[in-house]
């Protein structure tokens, strides 16, 4: 069955990446959640997607140039204020305390194609290993050699290359750094690639697939997951 992942929670009806938005994907019976990465100044690892918290939170500036106390005080509850009230930054850590108490598949996407943060591949694994929950994790990002990186440090956790210029032969994207995924934008991909790279067994996750209609269809080619601002309708049409 296709599985379902939630695009930093259930980013279309709650604050994106935030635990509330994390903690509505257990509502909507979906098999995991997707969310971004980044350090602080103090070297913590927040979840968090843009290089700023300039859109997502009542404060402004770069999320390096924070410590995590510092990024505690701000309000990420961005446009949902009024239904959620006040929502501060989640640590990865603090996800994974949560994800103790379900069986959910957590996508993390590092973000270090802009800003290279030394040492977030490490942290990121040190982490995985001491909750054990390696057989949960897929890590993605645009920066592919980070991807390599990564293989070759923890050849035993998942890897996914993020794209969204069109590839003529998306599984050889993945084969050429090591890893076991391809995260194209829906829009990047078509079908007979969809079908053809699962035939290359390489895992095919579209993202951030909103449009049911579109959702149906990749229902139909049997995609591997879809990554979506809207996890209860996808979570709907697969009949969860």
Not at 3 to 15: L, N, S, V, Y
Not at 138 to 158: G, Q, R, T, Y
């Amino acid at each position: 069955m296709v599985q379902i992942f939630g695009h930093r929670g259930a980013a279309g009806t709650f604050p994106e990446n935030t635990m509330v938005s994390f903690k509505a994907c257990e509502k909507f019976r979906t098999d995991g959640i997707e969310l971004d990465v980044q350090l602080t100044s103090d070297g913590e690892i927040v979840v968090i997607h843009d290089e700023t918290i300039n859109r997502t939170s009542n404060g402004k500036g770069y999320v390096k140039d924070f410590t995590l106390s510092q990024l505690k005080q701000f309000d990420f509850s961005n446009n949902f204020k009024e239904k959620v009230g006040f929502c501060e930054i989640p640590t990865l850590k603090e996800v994974f305390d949560w994800a103790q108490n379900n069986d959910f598949y957590i996508n993390i996407e590092l973000k270090n194609d802009k800003i290279p943060y030394h040492g977030l591949e490490e942290r990121v694994i040190n982490l995985i290993r001491q909750y054990e929950i390696e057989e949960r994790i897929i890590i993605s990002s645009f920066n592919h050699k980070s991807m390599f990186k990564l293989h070759l440090m923890a050849p035993d956790i998942e890897t996914g290359v993020l794209y969204y210029r069109k590839k003529n032969e998306p599984w050889k994207l993945a084969e050429e750094f090591k890893t076991k995924a391809v995260h194209p934008n829906y829009k990047s991909i078509t079908d007979e690639q969809i079908i053809e790279t699962l035939n290359h067994h390489i895992a095919v996750r579209p993202y951030t697939v909103n449009d049911p209609f579109i959702m149906k269809r990749l229902i139909a080619l049997n995609c591997t997951a879809i990554i979506t601002d809207y996890p209860e309708i996808a979570a709907e049409l697969v009949g969860k």
